[in-house]
């Protein structure tokens, strides 16, 4: 089964390969009528999950020719949605809006649109009805077959026009087993990456919109997850992030069944990978092997985001999240006990349906047990479809009391430990110039704690131990003592 699956994953992938070959010859034509090298930009929303899917966009893009632009004024422009709460949906429609304009004054150009929200299918109907310059919309399932979109893109437009609706290509499928992984990838950053090791979510939390829209956890077998990360080790990535919605559950599906603690435990391991870090572990299912393997490898970051989302366990049991109060608090204390100097952030939603002033107590009480060193609060955002979105809904200045009441709470721990490392020296991976500061380069600790600290862009993907002396709030300004080449 697992082979006849191999097999078809390879198959998919050399299909995709001959149309990124005829994707060039597409761009070499449209060259020629342009006078430029034609150029291309991708607009990225949503988790880290969504930006290296945006990493494989701009990789075929290039790979077929097209150079980046800046901005939404280039030639193929594709946007890359995510509908994990209103606002993200708001903001792309606006953006959307924007490119239009664009559109107007370059005929050539061609406007995409992927991602988590055209799972929706009240999405992909707004933008057929409405939105009449969208070239082309697929969703997350099938991404890798962009090369080949692309290509229907540019017949398309010879065939039909530029402007008729017969020329929109339209493709977004309800699942797949398919995992195509080798299409090109044009990484944000030299020195850092992100890496799938799964897909999808099957925990349905009862407000979120992630396992509709990302299906049914799949995993990558281990050999293939490595291979890449030693690749990428070779082209000078010194840190990886592993990313899954729950990596706890990493492996479980496999036909040889893996944990995440052997699979983190072999990343950690690889020549040259200086720091590793994960996204997400749910708390419902988090294991002490998982600790253990951290705590033996100083190469891995230390810091676990670990995702309250409400202190209440009658809240807790409405969200869906099979954990109560006091087993988080539990694990949370049991994090800090077996990794010394370890970060723990979280994610809270505040206004859940149902929760009133008491519940918000709770959440409170466990930020001040759990001590969480940084925190991001929403507000929940109704998701059509979820089972959530049917339970009576809190009036909206209920919900603004309980989320100032949290986000107060927050900054104050986050204040609290960010402080207790002033003095200290700590090593910090310089990851790119200050954009406020010349002179300056921005750093990030192993705990994920920011650091500004004079210096150039030479410095940029190297470890450097840095005092941290000036405490701002949630970050510090320090200097560099010397490189780290170790990293940790
Ligand atoms: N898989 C991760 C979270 C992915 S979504 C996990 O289980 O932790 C990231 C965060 O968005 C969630 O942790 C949650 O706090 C928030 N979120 C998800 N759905 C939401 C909704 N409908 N309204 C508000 N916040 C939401
Ligand atoms: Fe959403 Fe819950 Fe899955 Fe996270 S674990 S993606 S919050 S359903
Ligand atoms: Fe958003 Fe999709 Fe990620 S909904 S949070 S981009 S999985």
Same mark, same amino acid.
């Given at each position: 089964?697992?082979?006849?699956?191999?097999?078809?994953?390879?198959?998919?992938?050399?299909?995709?390969?001959?149309?990124?070959?005829?994707?060039?010859?597409?761009?070499?034509?449209?060259?020629?009528?342009?006078?430029?090298?034609?150029?291309?930009?991708? @607009?990225? /929303?949503?988790?880290?999950?969504?930006?290296?899917?945006?990493?494989?966009?701009?990789?075929?893009?290039?790979?077929?020719?097209?150079?980046?632009?800046?901005?939404?004024?280039?030639?193929?422009?594709?946007?890359?949605? %995510?509908?994990?709460?209103?606002?993200?949906?708001?903001?792309?429609?606006?953006?959307? $809006?924007?490119?239009?304009?664009?559109?107007?004054?370059?005929?050539?150009?061609? #406007?995409?649109? %992927?991602? %988590?929200?055209?799972?929706?299918?009240?999405?992909?109907?707004?933008?057929?009805?409405?939105? +009449?310059?969208?070239?082309?919309?697929?969703?997350?399932?099938?991404?890798?077959?962009?090369?080949?979109?692309?290509?229907?893109?540019?017949?398309?437009?010879?065939?039909?026009?530029?402007?008729?609706?017969?020329?929109?290509?339209?493709?977004?499928?309800?699942?797949?087993?398919?995992?195509?992984?080798?299409?090109? &990838?044009?990484?944000?950053?030299?020195?850092?990456?992100?890496?799938?090791?799964?897909?999808? %979510?099957?925990? /349905?939390?009862?407000?979120?919109?992630?396992?509709?829209?990302?299906?049914?956890?799949?995993?990558?077998?281990?050999?293939?997850?490595?291979?890449? #990360?030693?690749?990428?080790?070779?082209? $000078?990535?010194?840190?990886?992030?592993?990313?899954?919605?729950? &990596?706890?559950?990493?492996?479980?599906?496999?036909?040889?069944?893996?944990?995440?603690?052997?699979?983190?435990?072999?990343?950690?391991?690889?020549?040259?990978?200086?720091?590793?870090?994960?996204?997400?572990?749910?708390?419902?299912?988090?294991?002490?092997?998982?600790?253990?393997?951290?705590?033996?490898?100083?190469?891995?970051?230390?810091?676990?985001? /670990?995702?309250?989302?409400?202190?209440?366990?009658?809240?807790?049991?409405?969200?869906?999240?099979?954990? @109560?109060?006091?087993?988080?608090?539990?694990?949370?204390?049991?994090?800090?006990?077996?990794?010394?100097?370890?970060?723990?952030?979280?994610?809270?939603?505040?206004?859940?349906? $149902?929760? =009133? +002033?008491?519940?918000?107590?709770?959440?409170?009480?466990?930020?001040?047990?759990?001590?969480?060193?940084?925190?991001?609060?929403?507000?929940?955002?109704?998701?059509?479809?979820?089972?959530?979105?049917?339970?009576?809904?809190?009036?909206?200045?209920?919900?603004?009391?309980?989320?100032?009441?949290?986000?107060?709470?927050?900054?104050?721990?986050?204040?609290?430990?960010?402080?207790?490392?002033?003095?200290?020296?700590?090593?910090?991976?310089?990851?790119?110039?200050?954009?406020?500061?010349?002179?300056? #380069? @921005?750093?990030?600790?192993?705990?994920? @704690?920011?650091?500004?600290?004079?210096?150039?862009?030479?410095?940029? =993907?190297?470890?450097?131990?840095?005092?941290?002396?000036?405490?701002?709030? /949630?970050?510090?300004?320090?200097?560099?003592?010397?490189?780290?080449?170790? =990293?940790?």
């Amino acid at each position: 089964m697992q082979n006849l699956k191999l097999i078809a994953d390879e198959k998919e992938l050399a299909r995709q390969k001959e149309f990124l070959q005829r994707d060039r010859e597409y761009t070499q034509e449209l060259e020629a009528q342009l006078g430029r090298t034609p150029t291309y930009h991708v @607009t990225n /929303f949503g988790c880290q999950m969504n930006a290296r899917d945006a990493e494989k966009l701009s990789g075929v893009l290039s790979e077929a020719g097209f150079t980046e632009a800046p901005d939404e004024s280039a030639d193929f422009v594709i946007f890359n949605t %995510c509908t994990v709460r209103d606002n993200a949906d708001q903001h792309f429609y606006g953006r959307l $809006g924007r490119a239009s304009h664009y559109k107007k004054s370059n005929p050539a150009m061609k #406007i995409a649109v %992927c991602g %988590c929200m055209m799972q929706e299918k009240c999405n992909v109907d707004k933008l057929r009805r409405s939105y +009449p310059y969208v070239d082309l919309i697929f969703g997350t399932h099938n991404l890798f077959r962009f090369p080949e979109y692309l290509c229907r893109v540019f017949e398309n437009s010879q065939k039909y026009g530029a402007s008729a609706s017969a020329r929109r290509v339209v493709d977004v499928w309800e699942s797949t087993d398919l995992i195509v992984e080798d299409l090109p &990838v044009e990484r944000r950053y030299r020195y850092k990456s992100g890496i799938n090791i799964m897909f999808g %979510c099957n925990n /349905f939390c009862s407000y979120c919109i992630v396992p509709y829209v990302r299906g049914r956890e799949r995993s990558r077998e281990p050999k293939e997850i490595i291979r890449e #990360i030693e690749k990428l080790a070779q082209d $000078g990535v010194v840190e990886v992030m592993l990313l899954g919605q729950n &990596v706890n559950s990493y492996g479980k599906d496999l036909e040889q069944p893996v944990t995440f603690a052997d699979l983190l435990q072999e990343v950690a391991e690889i020549d040259g990978i200086k720091r590793v870090r994960f996204m997400t572990p749910h708390p419902k299912d988090i294991r002490e092997d998982l600790l253990e393997v951290i705590a033996q490898h100083p190469n891995i970051a230390r810091h676990v985001h /670990f995702p309250l989302q409400s202190g209440s366990d009658r809240i807790l049991k409405k969200m869906n999240r099979r954990y @109560t109060k006091e087993q988080y608090i539990e694990r949370a204390l049991k994090i800090r006990e077996m990794i010394p100097d370890v970060a723990i952030t979280t994610d809270i939603i505040a206004g859940f349906p $149902g929760e =009133g +002033p008491e519940d918000v107590d709770e959440t409170i009480d466990v930020i001040k047990r759990v001590r969480f060193d940084n925190a991001y609060t929403f507000i929940y955002s109704k998701r059509t479809g979820t089972p959530a979105a049917s339970m009576p809904q809190v009036p909206e200045e209920v919900v603004k009391e309980g989320f100032d009441r949290i986000l107060s709470a927050v900054q104050e721990s986050a204040r609290n430990s960010t402080g207790a490392l002033q003095g200290r020296v700590m090593t910090a991976l310089a990851e790119e110039k200050n954009q406020q500061m010349d002179g300056y #380069i @921005t750093g990030r600790l192993s705990n994920n @704690t920011i650091v500004h600290f004079p210096g150039d862009e030479s410095m940029i =993907g190297k470890f450097y131990d840095v005092s941290l002396d000036d405490n701002k709030g /949630f970050y510090y300004f320090g200097k560099a003592l010397r490189e780290n080449e170790r =990293g940790y």
